[in-house]
């Protein structure tokens, strides 16, 4: 139905990932959303490397949402954090903190807090980037025309133009453009929860590809994701959340859905 087997959907012949630590966490401690006194993920810490697919995986309610949202500024209240880029401690204290220093989110809610359902997709591939698109205080709209031009061709979005309103589009192109948007400010590190969240076979494995094109440009990604084959067919390492903490660090051959769910059973 998608011209491809399922079994080809995910990329192979994979670079492996540099041993150089971009990104470390130290000591996260996250609140519980819902729960007073108590938080959702407690003292953990881990790295990421230089062009690595970092999978978190975990039940429902485990904090991978959590640990990203706190880690990128979106949560600060209670927070607990060191973070370090290219072995530097930064302070994060609000999204706009985490995109200065070259972090990217396309969040789980594509709908609620990925796009601006009423704009077009140029308007929404360039929401991020604004800043560098000045011409005497207005926006220059002939290169913002062309910037979104380059990703909206990249990542091959299916729409009649740019000037579509993004709520037209399929589920999987309106998930090109919440990744698009990242793209244009060239990200050190992004992370993607829940990558292909309601969009076709088809869709998520054009979403495989662009995510390991961009690791082998150097990109590093952290991925939350509740499907499993997704988690253990994409990612080059597994962090598994349970109990408020990582039970369960998985690479190679290791990586299997079995062993994923062995971790997120661990109980304290």
């Not at 994409?234 to 062993?259: A, F, H, P, Y």
Request: with cysteine; charged share 25%.
């Amino acid at each position: 139905m998608v011209g491809r087997k399922i079994e080809n959907m995910y990329p192979t012949d994979v670079k492996k990932p540099s041993d150089e630590v971009v990104l470390k966490v130290e000591g996260l401690s996250v609140p519980h959303p819902t729960i007073k006194g108590r938080n959702i993920v407690e003292d953990i810490s881990f790295e990421l490397h230089r062009g690595e697919i970092l999978g978190l995986g975990g039940l429902v309610g485990a904090g991978r949402s959590e640990t990203l949202g706190a880690i990128f500024g979106q949560y600060t209240k209670n927070v607990k954090k060191k973070v370090y880029i290219e072995g530097k401690e930064v302070s994060i204290h609000k999204p706009s903190d985490a995109i200065d220093l070259g972090i990217g989110f396309v969040t789980e809610e594509r709908k609620k807090s990925g796009y601006v359902w009423l704009l077009s997709v140029m308007k929404n591939l360039t929401l991020v980037c604004l800043k560098h698109l000045p011409k005497r205080f207005i926006i220059d709209v002939k290169n913002e025309r062309s910037k979104a031009q380059v990703v909206f061709d990249r990542l091959k979005i299916k729409a009649p133009s740019l000037d579509t309103r993004v709520n037209n589009l399929s589920g999987g192109n309106q998930q090109k453009v919440v990744l698009g948007k990242w793209l244009l400010l060239n990200p050190k590190i992004l992370f993607i929860d829940e990558p292909t969240k309601g969009i076709d076979v088809g869709a998520k494995a054009e979403i495989y590809l662009i995510m390991r094109e961009l690791t082998e440009a150097g990109v590093s990604i952290i991925m939350a994701s509740s499907d499993l084959p997704e988690l253990v067919s994409i990612s080059d390492r597994v962090l598994v959340i349970s109990n408020q903490k990582i039970t369960g660090e998985l690479t190679g051959d290791d990586i299997t859905q079995e062993n994923v769910m062995k971790a997120a059973f661990i109980k304290k």
